[in-house]
């Protein structure tokens, strides 16, 4: 029987992690298209930071991940790489293709790829005892 009350107490956190730099970083795009740069290059600028940001608070805090560190970051790495590429084909189709207006775009991309990365990150990149001790 999974550990309802952890996966609860994880998936609070992970919303916490996230909401609070999504927030922030989606005002730091917001303000780079605002001044002219493209929404695929403001997206790629502030994806590397939130990246960068979210992975040290996800593994100590949210999932209190104590496996290899290396792991774990190539893991974190190729989800949000994913994420990533994800992110910009849907950028590129719904924007550039459909016209849909970008803002609308990437607050939905935020969402959806969050749901993701949660599921990801929980059972594979920073999964209990799945890493322990391997060299």
Known sequence: MPDLAGLHLQAFRFAVVGLASNALLYLVYLGMTASGLGPKLAMSLVYGIGVAQTFAFNKRWTFKHSGRLDT????????????????????????????????????????TLAACFFVLQKWWVFREGGDRGRP
């Not at 590429?85 to 970008?102: C, I, K, T």
């Open 72 to 111: 774990a970051l190539l893991r974190y790495l190729a989800v949000y790489a994913g994420g990533y590429f994800a992110n910009l084909a849907v950028l590129a189709w719904l924007v550039d293709r459909l016209g849909y207006p970008h803002q609308i775009v990437q607050g939905a991309m935020i969402l």
